[in-house]
């Protein structure tokens, strides 16, 4: 599999010469960390056949069985302090689309802020994690995504049927070694752009992110407030108006969108 990702990235890419490629792992994420705690590199690609303990965001497990999706994580070690990086899972978001639309033609929306959907369904999500110094500079940060690809409905588990896709059940290309490349690509293009030019990547970001315009729950622990979504700040936070016409600009959470995932 590694060969034939490789056959795809150009010679111009460096992140091709520090890409490694797992059969099963835990969590190609918990490995990221692992690794760029002992010194990995910028641009250490991992990418796993399987992942046994595939992690999302908000505590949830990422369903990641043998040979059906990708699942990659990317170790990067960006020069600035955390606070000019709240934008980052926006960034790897729109750079995904990118990736996932050059192979399949079709270009996938993100639902805030880290779900990647195709058809009003789930095909796959980003985590995010930095690890950060006491002076506030980032010491390293580990992007995974994963992405749905062979699956068909009954490979997923009952509870994601309604609710989860893949390139396949879309009827699209669901070639991953090429969309492999194709991520590390976009993501290699991303490294370069992230931190000066953070504007434009953000207005790539409005455009692909479906939350906006909509009809929205934001979820907590202690109550659930009905809204909807103006835009997305510079930090990537979601831009809340409620009924009572007060803002907000949610920064963490859940917001279910009107009409997904069975948010009625
Ligand atoms: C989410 O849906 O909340 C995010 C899912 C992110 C899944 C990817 S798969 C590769 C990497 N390793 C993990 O354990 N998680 C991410």
């Not at 997305?232 to 007060?246: H, I, P, Q, R």
């Amino acid at each position: 599999m590694k060969e034939q990702i490789l056959s795809h990235i150009t010679a111009a890419c460096p992140f091709r010469d520090t890409l490694h490629w797992y059969s099963t792992v835990d969590s190609t994420n918990t490995l990221g960390k692992q690794l760029a705690q002992q010194g990995a590199p910028h641009g250490t690609v991992l990418i796993a056949g399987q992942q046994t303990g595939g992690r999302g965001r908000m505590g949830r497990s990422f369903h990641s069985p043998q040979g059906h999706g990708i699942y990659y994580s990317l170790i990067l070690r960006p020069d600035c302090k955390a606070e000019e990086l709240m934008h980052l899972t926006c960034a790897v978001g729109t750079a995904v689309c990118d990736a996932v639309e050059a192979v399949t033609g079709r270009r996938p929306g993100v639902k805030w802020i880290n779900d990647l959907v195709l058809g009003k369904k789930k095909l796959g999500g980003i985590l995010t994690e930095l690890s950060v110094a006491p002076s506030g500079d980032v010491a390293y940060a580990v992007v995974g995504i994963g992405i749905n690809c062979t699956h068909s409905g009954t490979d997923f588990p009952p509870e994601l049927e309604t609710v989860a896709t893949s390139l396949s059940m879309e009827g699209l290309c669901a070639d991953k070694a090429k969309l492999c490349a194709a991520m590390t690509e976009a993501l290699y293009k991303l490294s370069r752009e992230l931190l000066p030019q953070k504007h434009a990547i953000m207005e790539r970001y409005r455009k692909d992110c479906i939350t906006v315009g909509q009809d929205i729950a934001v979820l907590r622990s202690e109550e659930t407030r009905y809204g909807r979504a103006v835009s997305v700040e510079s930090d990537g936070s979601l831009l809340v108006e409620y009924a009572d016409g007060t803002r907000e600009a949610v920064s963490s959470g859940e917001v279910s969108v009107r009409g997904m995932y069975g948010y009625v």
